[in-house]
């Protein structure tokens, strides 16, 4: 499972460091980079609703042509989880057909990532977070970027890691708080009730951070009556949600947000600072060195030059 740490070069917000990113992203799926394009733009691509797209891929003169939204560059986290989409969707597109405005399509991608052991950077970056300083007020964005949500991440690195008899798991610590509770909360399921294989799984809309259903609980849904069904919605619309996760809130829980999300919000935030610090470090540190070589450059001509004056003299 690739993780953040497999990424240990500093990114300084440039196409330099994105492509980077986007060279291991590659290695590690074993895709070709002779063969596919990463292109920026800076005003993405619309779709035919009108709606920007970060990402997208096009195949231009037998090689794919990347196009990703520059903006993304001054979020590592999410351009790395847009890359490791898009690498994703154009295997399944090379066998499929996929679309890029398709939400189906869209998901199918985004679990296909935790599938190929991407998933810890795709559900990293399925929520962007941000805050700044605005005249004395502190604005605050949180908006999800994923078709997928934290839960369905969770459950679904549940079920790679016990399909691969990863029991230790030693990449769930790279993981946001949010998805990472709901990881544990479905890996504890699975081994309660684990599946017998993987072609007799039965699909299932029980949310993996709650109580899950087993097969028999599922099959019993499926003869329910309209009315109970309708009945059941209505009872589950009385209770507010976590917007984001779809837990149920509690009393103190603000702004439609669940603790572990409140939690994962300033987890990450810490993270972006302390990524931007090092940033800022870096490149004060190319800028000393930059200034010494200047100095030195300075003497070594100054002390050229008395030199000859004093052998002219001379």
């Given at each position: ?50 709606a920007v797209h ?49 939400d189906d399509d ?209």
């Amino acid at each position: 499972m690739l993780t953040r740490s497999d990424f240990p070069e500093p990114f300084t917000n440039d196409e330099a460091s994105a492509r980077v990113v986007f060279e291991r992203l590659c290695e590690f799926v074993d895709f070709p980079t002779d063969k596919i394009q990463l292109q920026f733009w800076n005003i993405a691509p619309r779709a035919s609703d009108g709606a920007v797209h970060f990402v997208s891929h096009e195949v231009v003169d037998d090689r794919i042509r990347i196009d990703l939204n520059a903006a993304l560059l001054h979020e590592p986290v999410g351009l790395t989880a847009a890359l490791a989409s898009e690498l994703a969707r154009i295997r399944l597109d090379a066998r499929h057909g996929m679309s890029n405005e398709d939400d189906d399509d869209e998901m199918l991608a985004e679990l296909f990532t935790v599938m190929l052991g991407l998933g810890v950077l795709t559900s990293n970056g399925a929520i962007f977070e941000s805050t700044r300083d605005d005249g004395g007020w502190t604005r605050w964005e949180m908006r999800q970027r994923s078709q997928m949500t934290l839960p369905t991440y969770g459950y679904a690195l549940a079920l790679f890691a016990h399909l691969r008899g990863d029991i230790q798991c030693a990449w769930q610590r790279h993981l946001r708080l949010d998805v990472r509770t709901a990881f544990r909360r479905s890996v504890k399921f699975l081994n309660d009730f684990p599946p017998s294989s993987l072609d007799g799984l039965w699909p299932t809309t029980a949310r993996p951070t709650t109580s899950l259903r087993t097969e028999d609980d599922v099959a019993a849904d499926q003869t329910d009556s309209a009315d109970q069904r309708r009945s059941q919605a209505s009872q589950e619309q009385s209770v507010p949600l976590c917007r984001y996760c779809g837990e149920a809130l509690f009393a103190d829980d603000q702004r439609d947000i669940c603790i572990e999300c409140r939690k994962s919000i300033e987890e990450n935030e810490l993270e972006m600072e302390s990524d931007e610090a090092n940033a800022y470090a870096t490149t004060r540190r190319a800028e000393a060195f930059a200034k010494i070589g200047c100095l030195t450059v300075a003497i070594v001509f100054i002390a050229i030059l008395v030199w000859a004056v004093i052998r002219d003299s001379s």
